[in-house]
């Protein structure tokens, strides 16, 4: 079956530490990747998405991720994190051979920056 | 634009009781998705409907769930007879067919709890 996994269910950073959430999928045709955010308390949020092209995709908040397809990971990164990005983040795979429309998302990571 | 619009915003219920969610999708948007959010299982697809025709319900844990989409802007999620272990976050999302564009918008949630 199809999955996304996310490898971490929790991580704790300080502030202006690096970040990177691993996430990998099974599915070996054309997908598009997605990263949503879900802030304490609000509704998911797109950070940045991946269609095809430069496989480093930038998003809002500093936020990039790589598409390494060899691999099937679209990995999130960014170099200082701050106390605002505290959240869960969603990485999310639509298999085109369903259209691309039956989003596939992994069960998220939390994300706690200490001030 | 509104984005998408979910009421109740917080419904608190007894088991055995009927609960209504609803949803309104961004307009100009043909598709939309239901999705559960729990701490156990993530956030799981339920269905979703492309020009107001269900096209994929198999995410729908059993048959005391339903959806409807009578009209392009209005949708319904019915649990009865609701039981303690769907209480969860519902969330509804829409999404635009134009292109390859299948960035997700997705509304506030509805937190439901059966008691």
């Known amino acids: 079956a199809q999955s996304v996994s996310q490898h971490n269910h929790h991580v704790i950073l300080s502030e202006a530490a690096s970040l990177e959430l691993g996430c990998n999928y099974s599915?070996?045709?054309?997908?598009?990747l997605f990263w949503y955010v879900q802030y304490p308390g609000q509704h998911l949020q797109l950070l940045l998405k991946?269609?095809?092209?430069?496989?480093l995709v930038k998003g809002i908040k500093g936020f990039e991720a790589e598409f390494i397809k060899s691999k099937f990971s679209f990995n999130l990164r960014k170099p200082s994190v701050q106390w605002s990005d505290t959240a869960e983040y969603f990485c999310a795979v639509n298999p085109l051979n369903t259209g691309g429309f039956k989003t596939i998302f992994g069960a998220g990571t939390r994300l706690f920056v200490k001030a | 634009d509104a984005g998408v619009i979910q009421s109740p915003r917080h419904e608190v219920t007894e088991m055995g009781q009927e609960v209504t969610l609803r949803c309104k999708p961004i307009?100009?948007?043909?598709?939309l998705f239901w999705y559960r959010q729990t701490m156990m299982r993530g956030l799981e697809l339920l269905i979703y409907f492309n020009n107001n025709v269900p096209i994929d319900d198999s995410g729908m844990p059993e048959d005391r769930f339903s959806a409807k989409m009578p009209n392009a802007s209005f949708s319904t999620l019915k649990i009865q007879p609701s039981e303690p272990r769907d209480s969860a976050v519902y969330f509804c999302a829409s999404s635009s067919s134009g292109g390859f564009n299948n960035e997700q918008f997705f509304g506030p949630g509805t937190r439901l709890t059966v008691l």
């Open positions: 599915y070996g045709g054309t997908v598009n």
């Open positions: 307009s100009g948007h043909d598709y």
């Open positions: 991946y269609f095809s092209g430069d496989p």
